[in-house]
C-alpha cells in the first residue's frame, strides 16, 4: 500500500467537527446582490449552528492539499479527495479548480478506469463554502456569473465524463455536496450519513445538476420531495429510493467503495463504456425510444469484434462455467486464470501422449 493511500485511509477514520464563522458575513443590504448575500449568510449559519458539534481547527496541518488525488496503477483505480475537514470539505474557488483538474486528469488517463470521489475527515461534503462569498461585499452577481459561465461551483458538475465514477458518502452530503455524489454513477454510504438539499431553506438554487440528475435517478415524484422540502434522508431510504447503492457499516466506506471499484476494472472495458454512455444517452440525450435503441446498436458496434469476440472465445473454451463470473485480465490470478493454466497443462500431456 503506497504511503499516500495509507495517509488516506487514517485520514478517513477521524470525525473532524464542522465550524463556520459568520463574524464577516455582510448582512442584507439594499442593492439585488444582497438577497443573495442574505441567503449566503442564513446557510452558512445553519451549518455552524446545526451541524457543529464543537469547533476547532484540527487536522490544519493535514489540509494542505485541498484535493488529494491517488492513482492506483495496478488496480487501474484513481481516487480523488476532498481535503478540507475542518470546512466539513465545503468546497471554495480554488477546491472546485482543482476537482475539475482532477476529472480533467482521470478521463485523460487512459490507465485509470474508474474513479473513487471521497470526503476526507468524517464527510463526504457539506457543499459549497459559501463563507467565502459572503465575503465578497462588492462584485459578489459577477462572481457568481463567472463561475455559472466557467464550471459548476463544485468544479466538475458540468463535464460529461466517459468513465466510471464511485461517490464513497460518510457523514454530511448536503447541497453541492449531493449534486457531486450524484454526478457519479454509484453512492457508496455509510449508514450514519445525512443527505439533503439544505440549500432549500434559504433560497439558495441547485446549479450543479441536482434538477437535471436527480429526477432521473430516484424519480420525478420522489426527487420533488428533496428537491422542495429541503429535508435530509437518511441512507436506509436512501437505498430503498435508488439514490444509495449500496449502504455500509461506519468507517468502512472508502474500502468499500475502491471494492466496489476494482470490481468493475475487472471487466472489458470499452464494453463497459459504451453500454455506459448508452445509458446516459437514453437518460439525458434522446426523446423517444427509438432513436434511443438506435444510439445503443451502434455505439455497441464498436466493440462486437473486439471485446465481444475475445470473451466468446474464452466462454466457448469452457471458461466462465459453474458460476465463474471474470474471465478477463486482472491484476492477480483469479480461479479463472488458475483454471485456464490447468486446461492448458492438461492439454499438453494429452498431447504428449
Avoid at 428537491?227 to 436512501?238: H, N, S, V
Avoid at 466496489?260 to 423517444?288: G, H, M, W
Avoid at 473454451?317 to 474471465?327: D, E, H, I, P
Amino acid at each position: 500500500m503506497s504511503r499516500n493511500l495509507s495517509k488516506l485511509l487514517r485520514l478517513q477514520s477521524r470525525r473532524i467537527p464542522f465550524r463556520a464563522s459568520a463574524s464577516s458575513i455582510p448582512i442584507l443590504c439594499s442593492n439585488p446582490s444582497g438577497i443573495l448575500q442574505s441567503a449566503l449568510y442564513q446557510q452558512t449559519r445553519y451549518l455552524s449552528e446545526d451541524v457543529s458539534q464543537g469547533g476547532g481547527e484540527e487536522g490544519a496541518e493535514e489540509a494542505e492539499q485541498l484535493v488529494i488525488v491517488e492513482r492506483l496503477p495496478s488496480l487501474h483505480i484513481m481516487t480523488i479527495g476532498i481535503n478540507r475537514p475542518n470546512k466539513r470539505n465545503c468546497v471554495n474557488t480554488e477546491t472546485g479548480e482543482l476537482l475539475k483538474n482532477a476529472f480533467l486528469e482521470f478521463e485523460a488517463d487512459e490507465d485509470m478506469y474508474c474513479a473513487v470521489l471521497h470526503g476526507i475527515g468524517g464527510s463526504f461534503c457539506a457543499g459549497y463554502d459559501l463563507e467565502e462569498l459572503s465575503d465578497l461585499q462588492d462584485g459578489i452577481a459577477n462572481k457568481v456569473a463567472e463561475i455559472l459561465m466557467d464550471q459548476g461551483p463544485m468544479g466538475p458538475t458540468k463535464m460529461a465524463l466517459t468513465k466510471p465514477v464511485i461517490a464513497a458518502v460518510d457523514g454530511y452530503c448536503v447541497a453541492g455536496g449531493l449534486e457531486l455524489a450524484i454526478m457519479c454513477d454509484l453512492r457508496v454510504v455509510e449508514e450514519n450519513a445525512k443527505l439533503g438539499f439544505l440549500n432549500r431553506r434559504f433560497g439558495v438554487p441547485l446549479i450543479d445538476g441536482g434538477t437535471v440528475r436527480l429526477p432521473q435517478i430516484i424519480g420525478f415524484g420522489r426527487a420533488m420531495d428533496l428537491i422542495l422540502t429541503g429535508r435530509l434522508i437518511e441512507p436506509r431510504e436512501a437505498l430503498d429510493w435508488g439514490l444509495a447503492n449500496r449502504v455500509v457499516s461506519t468507517g468502512t466506506v472508502f474500502g468499500q467503495a475502491v471494492n466496489l471499484a476494482k470490481e468493475i476494472v475487472k471487466f472489458p472495458q470499452e464494453c463497459l463504456k459504451v453500454d455506459r454512455a448508452s445509458a446516459y444517452n437514453s437518460t439525458f440525450s434522446r426523446s423517444n425510444f427509438e432513436d434511443s435503441m438506435e444510439y445503443e446498436s451502434l455505439n455497441a458496434a464498436s466493440v462486437l469484434t473486439t471485446e465481444a469476440v475475445s470473451g466468446a472465445k474464452k466462454f466457448a473454451a469452457g471458461l466462465g462455467r459453474g458460476g465463474k463470473f471474470n474471465v478477463h485480465d486482472v491484476s492477480s490470478k483469479t480461479d479463472w486464470q488458475i483454471e485456464l493454466e490447468e486446461m492448458k497443462k492438461k492439454k499438453k500431456e494429452e498431447e504428449k501422449k
